[in-house]
């Protein structure tokens, strides 16, 4: 590749909500002169991440939309990973749902990303998506929680139904450790236990 950050990519439905966006993202990506690539699915993403992940870096840009139609744990699944392989290069499109107060809320102090909805200008999206592809744009988020590594895989194993045993095993670690990272996580979150996410 001649230079660096090749790609914008955009993970989401085809929908008549997310199409105005990725014509938003083809016209950043054309007056950048990068190439927008559209993904379907996060898991879908996760199979053709390689092609896009060189060693010096080839992706400026990660649109991520999250739908209301996925459950709580699998968004919440999806929006960890996705922050911490791209710190400082995600933006997030966050579709209305039910418990609007308590995702924004766990959005502003969590994840290092510029988080749209469905109420922003079409001028604030297509500024923030020009200005988020040029080198000169700089990112610096103000978290107030951050999960650890090991805390991101113990989430993601328990929002994928793995069990304490399993994942003790997996990570090489006891089972008490497992229940301490995952009542460490529960807290962060301001829950008293990661079972509540499945009541949203």
Same mark, same amino acid.
């Given at each position: 590749? =001649?230079?660096?950050?090749?790609?914008?990519?955009?993970?989401?439905?085809?929908?008549?909500? !997310?199409?105005?966006?990725?014509?938003?993202? *083809?016209?950043?990506?054309?007056?950048?002169?990068? +190439?927008?690539?559209?993904?379907?699915?996060? *898991?879908?993403? +996760? %199979?053709?991440? =390689?092609?896009?992940?060189?060693?010096?870096?080839?992706?400026?840009?990660?649109?991520?939309?999250?739908?209301?139609? &996925?459950?709580?744990?699998?968004? $919440?699944? @999806?929006?960890? @990973?996705?922050?911490?392989?791209?710190?400082?290069?995600?933006?997030? #499109?966050?579709? /209305?749902?039910?418990? *609007? =107060?308590?995702?924004?809320?766990?959005? /502003?102090?969590?994840?290092?990303?510029?988080?749209? *909805?469905?109420?922003?200008?079409?001028?604030?999206? =297509?500024?923030?998506?020009?200005?988020?592809?040029?080198?000169? #744009?700089?990112?610096?988020?103000?978290?107030?929680?951050?999960? @650890?590594? &090991?805390?991101?895989?113990? $989430?993601?194993?328990?929002?994928?139904?793995?069990?304490?045993?399993? %994942?003790?095993?997996?990570?090489?670690?006891?089972?008490? @450790?497992?229940?301490? !990272?995952?009542?460490?996580?529960?807290?962060?979150?301001? $829950?008293?236990?990661?079972? &509540?996410?499945?009541?949203?």
């Amino acid at each position: 590749m =001649s230079q660096l950050e090749d790609y914008i990519v955009f993970i989401g439905q085809e929908n008549i909500q !997310h199409q105005g966006l990725r014509i938003l993202v *083809d016209e950043a990506a054309l007056m950048q002169d990068k +190439q927008p690539v559209f993904i379907d699915s996060f *898991d879908t993403w +996760q %199979q053709k991440a =390689s092609m896009y992940s060189q060693p010096e870096g080839s992706i400026s840009t990660i649109v991520l939309c999250l739908t209301s139609e &996925m459950s709580l744990p699998l968004w $919440l699944s @999806t929006l960890l @990973t996705t922050s911490s392989l791209y710190l400082g290069r995600l933006v997030i #499109f966050l579709e /209305q749902r039910k418990h *609007d =107060s308590w995702v924004v809320n766990f959005l /502003q102090r969590t994840v290092p990303a510029v988080v749209l *909805d469905e109420y922003s200008t079409i001028w604030r999206v =297509s500024d923030i998506l020009k200005g988020k592809t040029s080198r000169n #744009f700089s990112l610096k988020p103000h978290r107030k929680i951050t999960f @650890t590594r &090991m805390e991101i895989d113990i $989430l993601n194993g328990f929002f994928h139904g793995e069990s304490v045993a399993a %994942q003790a095993r997996k990570l090489g670690i006891s089972h008490k @450790t497992v229940y301490i !990272h995952r009542h460490n996580c529960a807290k962060k979150m301001g $829950l008293r236990n990661l079972k &509540m996410l499945f009541a949203f």
